[in-house]
């Protein structure tokens, strides 16, 4: 037996193994967020509580639960669809100058917010330095009124 015939006959297998079922279920389940979880938890409960017990159980120690991570965010391909290319090589640089100038301006906000939350504390400490040092010239009317 020659070597070319023994590897013609041997079956090749170049994809990865097809994950098992509870693996195929739970990336079923991510790919669906937090909502089919919890379905998949109440209908659980509903009919064989052990599994609904099993499921929130999991979820809690897997810390999918709480996590954000895996919550169907819009906000994350709305901000890929932001940033890409239209074709249009002037919209593109309009809507680039757009999003820096935007950019630009959401910073100068920024530190003029803390600024103004600065002399705003500033003034607050200010005016309290100012009622402790008034407080601590002026003779007490309780002092004056008791009898010596």
């Known amino acids: 037996m020659n070597i070319a015939t023994a590897t013609s006959t041997a079956p ?4 990865t193994p097809r994950p098992g079922f509870f693996a195929r279920t739970e990336n079923w389940l991510d790919e669906r967020g937090k909502g089919a979880w919890i379905a998949a938890i109440v209908l659980g409960f509903i009919f064989v509580w052990p599994v609904g017990l099993a499921l929130l159980a999991y979820m809690i120690w ?14 994350r391909s709305h901000r890929h669809a932001m ?10 640089a309009y809507k680039a100058d757009t999003l820096r100038r935007l950019e630009e301006e959401q910073n100068n906000f920024e530190s003029f917010l803390e600024r103004l939350r600065d002399a705003k504390d500033k003034a607050e400490f200010d005016q309290f330095m100012d009622d402790r040092a008034n407080n601590g ?3 007490s009317d309780d002092a004056a009124d008791e009898p010596a």
């Open 83 to 92: 940033m890409a290319s239209s074709g249009n090589t002037a919209f593109d």
């Open 12 to 15: 090749i297998s170049l994809t």
């Open 137 to 139: 010239t002026e003779p």
């Open 62 to 75: 897997s810390k999918r639960m709480f996590s954000k991570s895996h919550s169907c965010s819009p906000r």
